[in-house]
């Protein structure tokens, strides 16, 4: 037994620093609700000032510099792998303790939620003593040495839809290049992140290798004008993340990495298998309710296939609504939409699409209480209808027919976005083609809206900068260092 216990939303009143929960510097706190119904979940949430920033930075500092600069990396990877032995017992409570202002249906989290996370984590402790330089011959009479060195004081500003997972995403490739970290998490789903804090030290990570701190977009501000951390990584909004990138280049130009918003194409060829692609697309948009950057929200269907293919899907999109209601509920699916502010914009999206295209499915909200949205099918839109173009990260998707090849590549890379891309074809050479004519950072064939740890995950355009995910964001927590010897 580790001696961890999951703590009361209630207890969560401090932020956690150089090993262990400290109290704020002021008294400023905010509030976080229940989506299901708008209750209550706790008022007593602390917001970190300038002050409150510093000292997680400071504590990073030293750690940094102290007992984790001396581990090996065999010796971090054993920590990351007594992290990711510790999760296995507790992370299923922790992620019920989010879901409570999240919304997202705990019937997720022991699979789809926990090995997800628990196998990203192992992944990056693996990585830990395979990271290798570089060695160049003295040909010209100069020995070249290539090292990769930790960056130092990272930070990690983490989403409202999958704050835990993202948190292990940032934290597992810092931590496995040497590096210390500052995690703040959405100001809507701060629970389970506070609580994780403890478990870094059960693992045998030393105090003040991570620190987590909560407070909305003023502390997400502090973090990246702040001139001592020397790199953040932000999941989230563009806007957000274009206001990121500018406090950082205007503070100490802190490396920056960004993996935004989307408006993912799945495109649907007539030789598809009809059901695959149902099933992919569908699960596309409601996962979450639709509250994930990689939704495919775009679906082009082939002319000779679209009626087939829009009667099959609408009936699909009306049963899942069937399977949303309270998160906490096992038999749930799909929950609500993250707060009030998220509900309104959706809807008023939803009220302008009824003005810009043909609604074929839901449209309206769900129930008497909460944030709930009906799942949503709009076919036929405008060239320039807003639900086309602009995110929506609800359950609404926009079902568009094609001719040929050429056609819809160009309509799909029609956006700002550059995430995710879908194919269904059983044509192999035109799934190849058409990959590598979609101008997005992911491209599924026979799929769409899937991730995997092993290989680079980051989009194109304004969907981000950099990429998570796989050896290659190992090369954004490191810096190259070169050594001449002659």
């Avoid at 296995?88 to 999240?102: A, M, R, V």
């Avoid at 249906?105 to 693996?126: C, H, Q």
């Avoid at 989403?159 to 100001?187: C, D, Q």
């Avoid at 979450?288 to 082939?302: D, E, F, M």
């Amino acid at each position: 037994m580790s001696g961890f216990k999951i703590p009361s939303p209630e207890d969560l009143t401090k932020f956690y620093i150089s090993g262990d929960y400290v109290k704020p510097s002021t008294d400023e706190v905010f509030s976080v609700h229940n989506p299901k119904d708008g209750t209550l979940v706790s008022d007593k949430v602390p917001v970190a000032t300038a002050k409150d920033v510093d000292a997680a930075v400071k504590a990073a500092e030293a750690a940094f510099h102290g007992e984790w600069n001396g581990y090996t990396n065999a010796h971090r990877g054993q920590c990351l792998n007594k992290l990711a032995d510790l999760l296995e017992d507790h992370l299923e409570d922790i992620l019920k303790l989010d879901s409570l202002t999240s919304g997202n249906p705990v019937s997720i989290i022991p699979t789809r939620e926990k090995t997800y996370i628990i196998d990203g984590l192992r992944y990056f402790a693996g990585w830990t003593d395979k990271q290798t330089g570089q060695y160049t011959p003295d040909d010209d009479g100069f020995i070249k040495l290539v090292r990769h060195e930790p960056i130092g004081v990272c930070a990690a500003v983490c989403p409202f839809n999958a704050p835990v997972a993202t948190l292990f995403f940032k934290v597992g490739p810092a931590l496995a290049t040497g590096n210390t970290i500052v995690v703040k998490p959405s100001e809507k789903t701060p629970l389970g992140t506070l609580a994780i804090g403890p478990l870094f030290k059960l693992a045998g990570i030393p105090d003040g290798v991570v620190q987590i701190l909560t407070g909305a977009g003023a502390t997400g501000e502090l973090l990246a004008s702040h001139m001592r951390i020397r790199k953040i990584s932000f999941t989230g909004s563009v806007a957000t993340g274009k206001k990121i990138q500018i406090a950082a280049a205007k503070s100490n130009l802190k490396r920056v990495t960004l993996e935004l918003g989307g408006k993912s194409p799945a495109v649907v060829f007539e030789d598809a298998n009809l059901d695959n692609a149902l099933t992919w697309t569908v699960n596309a948009i409601m996962a979450r309710s639709g509250q994930v950057c990689v939704a495919a929200s775009r679906v082009y269907v082939q002319n000779s296939i679209a009626d087939k293919f829009i009667e099959e899907y609408s009936k699909r999109m009306k049963a899942a609504a069937e399977k949303m209601g309270d998160p906490a509920d096992q038999e749930t699916a799909y929950g609500p939409l993250v707060d009030k502010l998220a509900y309104e914009r959706v809807q008023k999206m939803i009220e302008r699409g009824k003005t810009e295209a043909k609604l074929v499915v839901g449209g309206e909200t769900l129930g008497q209480t909460g944030y709930f949205i009906q799942p949503t099918v709009f076919v036929d839109p405008r060239p320039d209808a807003q639900i086309l173009h602009e995110e929506i990260f609800g359950p609404v998707s926009v079902i568009n027919t094609f001719e040929t090849e050429e056609e819809v590549i160009e309509r799909a890379n029609d956006t700002e976005f550059g995430l995710m891309a879908g194919v269904f074809t059983r044509d192999i050479t035109r799934a190849l083609r058409v990959s590598a004519k979609l101008d997005s950072g992911v491209v599924g064939v026979n799929c769409v809206s899937v991730m995997n740890i092993a290989a680079p995950f980051g989009g194109k355009k304004q969907s981000g900068l950099g990429r998570e995910f796989s050896s290659e964001v190992l090369r954004a927590y490191t810096e190259p260092k070169t050594v001449l010897i002659k």
